[in-house]
């Protein structure tokens, strides 16, 4: 079997009240073949027979979300839980956990960002032993999140740039971990491509759906329904593709539609739609670079 396309990736979140053994039968639709998992799921079935449905259809973990029960500051560590879900990452040869930064803090900035970085700097350790890299997302779109994406009233990490600084803080450390960079809060921070370009840390993982166009719907009222199929959308799919080429990230988009329509499609329509909008990837990061459109 060939090689999947870096553009065909399912994730859970544009399918989450299917059981996962739906979602992996869905993801091995031909053209697609990976599919980004919610660590929740992968305990509640089992490492071992999440595994082996994976390797029985041929579909690839390539990256998980839920390591953590929310943003990075919302709870305590729980180290044992910790370990379970990275040593059942690591059943599945799934490389890269997804780590949500708190889009609300409830102290100083500065004082946040170290918390933060203390809180990194143990995870990474730990997620080392396991083989699992970690990617850092910020929350860029302004609401619609939960309670346990945030840890008080104050704005917390938002931007690339913001996540930037902060990894720079980890010295050493932050050769393993990097960056997961979702289109729609790129787009919702200003869609500047040297966010992206001047990262100075790897990205580990991208997360993608179209963004609305701000002229029709402004930024200030995205929220998660308004996440639409790739191709649907205003996002310059051509610059973003650019940008991370120069950012030398080679690897897998995740389809991350969270808009109702989407969600309740019948399994096969998700599988054309998610299809269309993997070809619609293709054509539209190998041709050359088109003026912005509006995001």
Same mark, same amino acid.
Request: charged share 15%.
């Given at each position: 079997?060939?090689?999947?396309?870096?553009?065909?990736?399912l994730?859970w979140t544009s399918?989450?009240?299917?059981p996962l053994s739906?979602q992996?039968?869905?993801?091995?639709a031909?053209g697609l073949?990976q599919?980004?998992?919610h660590l929740?799921?992968?305990?509640?079935?089992?490492?071992?027979a999440?595994a082996s449905a994976l390797?029985?259809?041929?579909?690839?973990a390539v990256a998980?979300t839920g390591l953590m029960?929310g943003?990075l500051l919302?709870q305590d560590?729980?180290?044992?839980r910790?370990?379970e879900?990275?040593?059942?990452l690591?059943?599945?040869?799934?490389p890269?956990?997804?780590l949500t930064l708190?889009?609300t803090?409830?102290?100083p900035?500065?004082?946040a960002e170290?918390?933060?970085?203390?809180?990194?700097?143990a995870l990474v350790?730990?997620a080392a032993t396991y083989g699992?890299?970690?990617a850092v997302?910020?929350?860029g779109?302004p609401?619609?999140?939960t309670p @346990?994406?945030? !840890? %008080? $009233?104050? &704005?917390?990490i938002?931007?690339?740039?913001?996540?930037a600084? /902060?990894?720079d803080g980890?010295?050493?450390?932050s050769?393993?971990?990097g960056?997961?960079?979702?289109?729609?809060?790129w787009a919702?921070?200003?869609a500047h491509?040297?966010?992206?370009?001047?990262?100075?840390?790897p990205?580990?993982?991208?997360?993608?759906?179209?963004a609305?166009c701000?002229?029709?719907l402004p930024?200030?009222?995205?929220?998660?329904?308004h996440?639409?199929?790739?191709?649907?959308?205003?996002?310059?799919?051509?610059?973003?593709?650019?940008a991370?080429?120069q @950012?030398?990230y !080679? %690897? $897998?988009? &995740?389809?991350?539609?969270t808009?109702?329509?989407?969600?309740s /499609?019948?399994?096969?329509?998700?599988v054309a739609r998610?299809?269309?909008?993997?070809?619609?990837?293709?054509s539209?990061t190998?041709?050359?670079p088109s003026a912005?459109?509006?995001a």
């Amino acid at each position: 079997m060939s090689a999947p396309s870096r553009f065909g990736c399912l994730s859970w979140t544009s399918m989450p009240c299917r059981p996962l053994s739906e979602q992996i039968a869905l993801a091995a639709a031909p053209g697609l073949g990976q599919l980004e998992v919610h660590l929740p799921q992968v305990l509640a079935e089992g490492a071992q027979a999440v595994a082996s449905a994976l390797a029985r259809h041929r579909v690839r973990a390539v990256a998980a979300t839920g390591l953590m029960p929310g943003s990075l500051l919302h709870q305590d560590l729980d180290l044992p839980r910790l370990r379970e879900g990275l040593a059942a990452l690591d059943r599945l040869g799934c490389p890269v956990a997804v780590l949500t930064l708190d889009h609300t803090i409830g102290a100083p900035y500065p004082q946040a960002e170290q918390a933060i970085l203390k809180r990194l700097r143990a995870l990474v350790g730990t997620a080392a032993t396991y083989g699992v890299r970690l990617a850092v997302e910020a929350l860029g779109t302004p609401g619609g999140h939960t309670p @346990a994406q945030g !840890s %008080g $009233p104050e &704005a917390g990490i938002r931007t690339l740039l913001q996540v930037a600084e /902060l990894l720079d803080g980890l010295g050493r450390k932050s050769t393993r971990v990097g960056v997961c960079v979702d289109a729609v809060s790129w787009a919702a921070t200003g869609a500047h491509l040297e966010h992206i370009t001047g990262l100075g840390h790897p990205v580990r993982h991208v997360r993608v759906a179209d963004a609305p166009c701000s002229r029709k719907l402004p930024v200030a009222q995205w929220r998660p329904s308004h996440r639409l199929m790739v191709g649907d959308g205003a996002l310059d799919w051509s610059s973003f593709g650019t940008a991370l080429a120069q @950012a030398d990230y !080679s %690897g $897998p988009w &995740a389809l991350a539609v969270t808009n109702p329509g989407i969600r309740s /499609l019948p399994g096969p329509e998700l599988v054309a739609r998610a299809l269309a909008a993997t070809q619609y990837l293709h054509s539209s990061t190998t041709s050359k670079p088109s003026a912005t459109r509006a995001a």
